[in-house]
Every structure is written in structure tokens, then in C-alpha cells.
């Protein structure tokens, strides 16, 4: 677990500034793809969700302890983090304040902390 805790920290630390950098770009045009019939799946969508989904594990599987302030830490930081930037790109050109992007940073979070729970209960499992 030492091994993951390190690596999870420069983790969160590179996905920190990624999600910084790429929200501070002008608007990209990455499409979208239709995953059902009628049901269009974006792109920038998912990117939203795997940033915010890598930020919360990393976070999470740094932080060694199994109580609830790191969950409670991250999803403070994540949501203000995200609203904050959010809020900026209203001063970028071609960007602007996007309520789905919030969503998909938020359910990112969420599954994020779910998968670093599982993590840690295998591997304290796996120690037993």
C-alpha cells in the first residue's frame, strides 16, 4: 500500500494541474459520439468525469487513513475547486459557466471515492 499511497500522490498532484491547464484553454472541439440510439455521449463529458474520477481516487488512496475527513476533504475541494473553475472560464473566450460539466465532475468524484474504498478494502483484505 506504501507504494500506491506515493505514486497516488504525484497522481493527484499531476491531475491538479492538468484540470487547471485544460480549463484555462479556449474552447476545443472534441464531438461527440452516439452510444445508443439517440443517446449522444460528449466527449469533453467524459474528460470531465475521468479528471475529477482520478482526482478523488488519487487523493483518497494517498491519504492512508480509512475514516470519513478525507472523503469529506475531497468532496469540499473538488466541488469548490470545480465551481471555481467553472466560474473562470466565463472569462475565457469561448468558454462559459456549464452546469453538465459540473455534473460530470461531481459523479467523477463520487466514483472515484468508490473505487479507492474498494482498493483499500482489497488490499487490507489481501493483508489479513
Not at 455521449?41 to 478523488?56: G, I, K, P, T
Amino acid at each position: 500500500m506504501e507504494r500506491i499511497s506515493v505514486l497516488s500522490k504525484y497522481s493527484f498532484l499531476v491531475c491538479i494541474l492538468a484540470i487547471l491547464v485544460f480549463s484555462t484553454l479556449p474552447k476545443l472541439q472534441l464531438g461527440s459520439y452516439e452510444i445508443w440510439k439517440g443517446f449522444n455521449l460528449r466527449v469533453d463529458y467524459l474528460l470531465h468525469f475521468l479528471a475529477y474520477l482520478v482526482l478523488s481516487a488519487s487523493f483518497l488512496l494517498w491519504r492512508k487513513q480509512n475514516r470519513f475527513i478525507p472523503l469529506i476533504t475531497i468532496f469540499l475541494f473538488g466541488a469548490i475547486f470545480s465551481l471555481g473553475l467553472e466560474f473562470q472560464q466565463n472569462f475565457i473566450a469561448g468558454r462559459g459557466y456549464s452546469l453538465p460539466d459540473l455534473y460530470f465532475n461531481l459523479l467523477g468524484l463520487l466514483v472515484g471515492s468508490i473505487i479507492s474504498f474498494i482498493v483499500k478494502a482489497l488490499d487490507k483484505a489481501k493483508d489479513d
